[in-house]
C-alpha cells in the first residue's frame, strides 16, 4: 500500500540544524512531486516547500526561504528536507505529502493524494 514515512525529527536549539526524510513506497514516486508541510497546534496546516518530480525545480513558503532547502534521491524514494537557521516559531509537526506531476505555485495540502503520519520538531533553548 502507499506509505510515506517522515523521520529526523526533534528537539533543537534556536540557530540549529535538522534534516527531515520522507520515505515512500507502493507508488510510483518518480511521477510525483512531494511537498512538506507542517501544523503547530491551533493553527492551520501550512505548505513549507515543494520538489519537483526530477528534483531539478522547487518552491518555499516566504517564513522559510533562504533557511530551508529541499532535495530528492528518486533511485532511493526519499526526499529531505534540510532545515536551517531554526526559530522557535518553527516548532510544528511536519509532513510530507504527494500529488501527481508538478509542483503547484502555491502550496495547498487539498492539491495533495498521498500523506505521511508527521515528525514533531521542537525549537527551543
Known amino acids: 500500500q502507499v506509505q510515506l514515512v517522515e523521520s529526523g525529527g526533534g528537539l533543537v536549539q534556536p540557530g540549529g540544524s535538522l534534516r527531515l526524510s520522507c520515505a515512500a513506497s507502493?507508488?510510483?514516486?518518480?511521477?510525483?512531486?512531494i511537498g512538506w508541510f507542517r501544523q503547530a497546534p491551533g493553527q492551520e496546516r501550512e505548505g513549507v516547500s515543494c520538489?519537483?518530480?526530477?528534483?531539478?525545480?522547487?518552491n518555499f513558503a516566504n517564513s522559510v526561504k533562504g533557511r530551508f532547502t529541499i532535495s530528492r534521491d528518486n533511485a532511493k524514494k526519499t526526499v529531505y528536507l534540510q532545515m536551517n537557521s531554526l526559530k522557535p516559531e518553527d516548532t510544528a509537526v511536519y509532513y510530507c505529502?504527494?500529488?501527481?506531476?508538478?509542483?503547484?505555485?502555491?502550496?495547498?495540502?487539498?492539491?495533495?493524494?498521498?500523506w505521511g503520519q508527521g515528525t514533531q520538531v521542537t525549537v527551543s533553548s
Open positions: 507502493g507508488f510510483a514516486f518518480d511521477f510525483y512531486a
Open positions: 505529502a504527494a500529488r501527481a506531476w508538478v509542483c503547484m505555485p502555491t502550496i495547498q495540502a487539498s492539491d495533495y493524494d498521498y
Open positions: 520538489i519537483s518530480r526530477s528534483g531539478n525545480s522547487s
